[in-house]
């Protein structure tokens, strides 16, 4: 665990729904291995702020409130006695809450949707608005989550040289190094200068391009991994869109598949400090479609400079 990490606890968004009980479920056992507490966090919304009600009405609506805090912290006492819980009772929109409170929080973590939408509804608003404007990592749970360890622990990071990317990896390697897990780095690239652009550069070596490119990329996945060598790494680097995804992420989680025209598959050694003899072992693991995968979608904003490998 970082110095600057020792007090920082988890924050939960709970209303009680289903995604928001798998969300919990996943911060509290996060907590548990990082030896941190958790926040359960609840948004009190009224509706109609041009309409003003009696007090008395007012104040029944946030004791309800405090009702469905209470249950989320009974619940993650359940789940993990020995993790330090406390509630938190905000007001205004989820999305709002969650941002202004997860400023002092290590990590946020909310489920895929909560109780308001409509049947069938895949995200949900404060899915979307929390990764995309919060100060710190956010992790957006999919249903049914179980939190995964060991071998079933494969996280999956893009990467697109950009200090955010790099923030990203960073928080990969950790989580993977708590659960016992893996890491596979993925760069999508793209070549403007080859033919199968609409209107490819003249004068253009493509293939010195890609070779470039390739190199740097494992130059920086392998300089990052160094610091968590315990971690196996593996990188795909994607050169052509594949005409369908092939399977989801969490089917065929170890099983390398046929490469496609593109890409290419090797072992490079990593440059680990200490450890002469282990390598990150670089393949093509099978790919998948996000948007239906039963994985956690995790968004790591930049805290600061990030200098591994650029």
């Given amino acids: 665990m970082r110095d600057d990490q020792a007090d920082r606890p988890i924050l939960v968004g709970y209303d009680d729904s289903p995604e928001s009980r798998d969300a919990l479920r996943w911060a509290v056992e996060e907590a548990r291995l990082r030896k941190l507490p958790v926040l359960v966090c609840h948004a009190l919304h009224w509706p109609y702020a041009l309409r003003p009600v009696a007090r008395e009405v007012m104040t029944q609506i946030e004791q309800a409130a405090l009702g469905v805090v209470d249950e989320g912290v009974r619940r993650a006492k359940e789940l993990a ?58 992790v957006v749970v999919r249903p049914s989550l179980q939190p995964p360890g060991g071998q079933d622990a494969r996280v999956v990071v893009g990467l697109d040289g950009s200090p955010p990317s790099l923030a990203a990896l960073d928080f990969a390697l950790d989580e993977a190094a708590l659960r016992g897990g893996s890491v596979t780095a993925l760069c999508c690239w793209s070549d403007c200068g080859s033919a199968s652009w609409p209107e490819p550069l003249p004068f253009v070596d493509s293939n010195a391009l890609r070779r470039g490119a390739e190199a740097r990329f494992r130059e920086v996945v392998s300089h990052l991994a160094a610091r968590r060598p315990e971690v196996t790494v593996f990188t795909e680097f994607v050169t052509e869109r594949p005409p369908t995804c092939p399977g989801r992420l969490d089917e065929g989680r170890h099983a390398p598949r046929p490469r496609q025209p593109g890409e290419r598959s090797s072992r490079l050694p990593a440059a680990r400090p200490g450890h002469p003899d282990r390598a990150a072992r670089i393949l093509v693991p099978g790919r998948g479609d996000p948007r239906r995968g039963a994985e956690p979608t995790t968004a790591a904003r930049m805290s600061g400079e990030q200098g591994g490998g650029r």
Avoid: M, N, W, Y
Wanted: net charge negative; aromatic share 2%; charged share 15%.
């Fill in 81 to 138: 006695p020995e993790v330090d819980l406390q509630p938190v009772l905000g007001k205004g929109t989820p999305a709002a809450v969650l941002l202004e409170v997860g400023r002092g929080a290590e990590l946020t973590v909310l489920g895929s949707r909560g109780q308001g939408g409509f049947d069938g509804l895949q995200v949900g608003s404060a899915a979307v608005q929390v990764p995309a404007h919060s100060v710190g990592p956010v």
